[in-house]
């Protein structure tokens, strides 16, 4: 019969906690463990279901009870933290204390202790994240514990040697499985929200594919035609327009009064943003989410609206789609501005921008991309982003000279790139001081060296390596040390490298350096076979 009515209150709790999966709250509190007003109300949450779990229990005796409050503290600290875990047992132990009985203070302080005990498996297991096991055993841990505080603490000794072998088991087997359960529904729910999340980024990408062949051209009138017509194909909408600020003006879908569209899109050029617009359309509210299409420079270039059925429609999953659909467009625009950009440099300077970005890297990337978008479409926006963001930094570098935190951001897209190619074989530590990244340096100065360090040190080895590139600041000059774990050279071959300069990259960086500090400043290269090389060089320390 106990058996019975323990699993009675656990379904109970079981049920909250499903419910409450799947709310906004606890899904924002999972993303944002460290944010405390999401900690206060998991805290209220958990309070509370434990406080059910005690008033759901079994009478043994006057205030002796065989219950599931153990399932809310334990579960607290398991996926919020010891914090969580022990603010759920005080508030939860309270109560149970001011019910009194021969228990209660024993009741109490197992309480706590079970939430300390979620806490600590939380700790163990941060790395892989929640799971059953953990919980489960986590759960017999605490229960047993439970057990042997009554006996130690609740008097008088004979009364509590007789409950617990009334409650020790059905206690331990029942709120264990409610543990896992508990567990299973958070799992299970995260991994609903990721694939959601999967399927609307794969959704935004293969549109981002589509239209890439026409947005490549500009944005015209014929070009927005074509776009609007494969978003409308590509998801079931009942109808989507295309606006932009120069009278350019495409839709798709059922009818619709077009001048009154028109006028709330102009009236929405005022204010542009992710935001609804209304109107009345034959007796019937029609209502369009609109999606603003922004460059990196914050400049407007169209809207897309996509007709919903109601407020309700715009949930987080829509919102998440919509910038995701946003970013990936923009990009494509910035890359057709990147490319009306090169072709407007000069002969002179664009064969010296040509150096710096060899096809191949281009042609590998794309490999790449192409590659993620079928396996892992969010790495593939983001190896996207990485690419618009280096050719944006290399077109666009006029000047000689450029902030150490410019290059470093230059670099930061290149190795996101590389890193992604080469996954487990490649591994960057960067080690440069804080205060540093204001000084000075000449444009490109570190990717020809780093890169050098990737091709013909880390890559040639199967199991890869290192690359370690680090800024020491020595008063009046910064030096820059870049370091690999690859193959390395035998002393011959770095003779040959030192006199001859075989490689186009290093050797402009050393003519550079030169040119612009002097004969003082120039590469240093040391290796050693299989061991690693280093290349070093130091230039003026000056602040912009």
Known sequence: ??????????????????????????????????????????????????????????????????????????????????????????????????????????????????????????????????????????AIIAEVLQMIIILLVAKPYEAALQLERVIALPMIVTNSI??????????????????????????????AKKTSIYLKSGFSQEISDKVCSIIYESINLESIFISGNDDIFSYNGGEVNKEKLREKINEYFRFKGYRLIKFQDYNQEKLFYCIPIFTDNNIFKFVIGIQIKSYKSVDRYFSNFAKELSALLATQMELYELDQLAQEVS????K???????????????????????????????????????????????????????????????????????????????????ELLNIKVPVFVLQPIIEN???????????????????????????????????????????????NWPGIGLSNVNKRLKLLYGEKSFIHIESKLNKGTKVRFSIPKEVF
Do not use: W
């Open 347 to 350: 002969k002179a300077e664009f």
């Open 178 to 207: 409610g543990v896992g359960i508990f567990i299973n529904i958070i799992n299970n729910t995260q991994e609903y929200y990721k694939k959601i999340g999967a399927i609307q980024s794969q959704k935004a990408l293969n549109i």
């Open 352 to 434: 010296m921008l040509r150096n710096q970005i060899h096809p191949h890297f281009l042609f590998n990337t794309l490999n790449t991309i192409a590659s993620f978008c079928r396996t892992n479409p969010t790495k593939a926006r983001e190896l996207i982003l990485n690419l618009a963001n280096y050719f944006r930094q290399t077109l666009k570098r006029q000047d000689e000279k450029i902030t150490l935190k410019d290059e470093m951001e230059f670099l930061e897209s290149y190795l996101g790139i590389e890193k992604a190619r080469f996954e487990e074989r490649l591994n960057i530590d960067i080690n440069i001081p804080e």
């Open 453 to 499: 360090s990737m091709k013909h040190g880390i890559l040639l080895k199967p199991q890869g390596g290192n690359v370690i590139i680090t800024a020491i600041d020595e008063k009046d000059k910064v030096k820059f040390i870049i370091k690999d774990t690859g193959v390395g050279m035998d002393e011959n071959k770095l003779n040959y490298v030192v006199n």
């Open 1 to 138: 019969m106990i058996y019975i009515q323990l699993l009675e209150s656990m379904s109970l709790i079981g049920m909250a906690a499903y419910l409450y999966s799947q709310t906004k709250t606890f899904n924002k509190f999972l993303k944002n463990k460290s944010d405390y007003k999401y900690k206060l109300i998991i805290i209220t949450f958990f309070s509370i279901l434990s406080v059910l779990g005690t008033y759901t229990g079994v009478n043994i005796e006057p205030y002796a009870l065989a219950n599931a409050r153990p399932i809310g503290t334990i579960v607290a600290g398991y996926i919020g933290g010891p914090l969580v875990g022990v603010m759920v047992g005080i508030i939860a132990g309270t109560h149970r204390y001011f019910l009194g009985g021969f228990t209660a203070l024993s009741c109490a302080i197992s309480t706590i202790i079970e939430g300390i005990i979620g806490g600590i498996a939380n700790v163990i297991t941060k790395e892989k994240g929640i799971d059953v096991s953990t919980g489960i055993t986590s």
